[in-house]
């Protein structure tokens, strides 16, 4: 399985961060999938998970801004987060997160870079 | 939200060496701890999972053990691949917390 984050590298202060996760090597149905971040220098932050049946669970330091969906079709996930400021400026992951028993992150993207300039 | 909190927060050694991370939770995440190893422009991977299960393909000289809120990651002998920030994780509760970090470095 492979994770592959694609987006802007720059979004500009107030505005909305949309990052796209491509998975190939597996469907992206039934399973949960996630993003992190980690801000510069600072450790990683888990922000929401997503499923393909609409469920999705988010950070409530975040939630009032993020939203995540899945488009089948594509075998991609999304992340969108509004009203940006220099605080998300991060390396975003994605990931998918294993919910059966076991509760696990076993495979990650590379990560990508987003810097939020004013 | 439960609190990870990682010692040491870096150590140096050297190949062949034992090397010992702990993770202590705020408050207990039984058996739900899981720890990732990542290096410089990669995703982090994943190690062992439910305190003490190694993942597929993870050589055997990583091992975890504990429950409840204590937890220790044990690599046997470093290998050269071994130099890298590991990160304990709990999945007991939403949201998902990691640790703060324990970085490896080369004596």
């Known amino acids: 399985v492979q994770l592959q984050e694609s987006g802007p590298g720059v979004v500009k202060a107030s505005e909305t961060l949309s990052l796209t996760c491509t998975v190939s090597g597996d469907s992206i149905n039934n399973y949960y999938w996630s993003w992190i971040r980690q801000p510069p220098t600072k450790g990683l932050e888990w922000i929401g998970y997503v499923h393909d049946s609409g469920d999705t669970n988010y950070n409530p330091s975040l939630k009032s801004r993020v939203t995540m969906s899945v488009d089948t079709s594509k075998n991609q996930f999304s992340l969108k987060l509004k009203s940006v400021t220099a605080a998300d400026t991060a390396v975003y992951y994605c990931?998918?997160?294993?919910?059966?028993?076991?509760?696990?992150?076993?495979?990650w993207g590379r990560g990508t870079l987003v810097s939020v300039s004013s | 939200d439960i609190q990870m909190t990682q010692s040491p927060s870096s150590l140096s050694a050297s190949v062949g060496d034992r090397v010992t991370i702990t993770c202590r939770a705020s408050q207990t995440v039984n058996k739900y701890l899981n720890w990732y190893q990542h290096k410089p422009g990669k995703g982090p991977k994943l190690l062992i999972h439910?305190?003490?299960t190694l993942h597929s393909d993870v050589p055997s000289r990583f091992s975890g053990t504990g429950f409840g809120t204590d937890f220790t990651l044990t690599i046997s002998s470093l290998q050269p691949d071994d130099f890298a920030v590991y990160y304990c994780?709990?999945?007991?509760?939403?949201?998902?917390?990691f640790g703060g970090g324990t970085k490896v470095e080369v004596k």
């Open positions: 439910s305190a003490s």
């Open positions: 994780q709990q999945t007991q509760s939403f949201p998902l917390t």
């Open positions: 990931a998918r997160y294993i919910r059966s028993g076991d509760y696990y992150i076993d495979y």
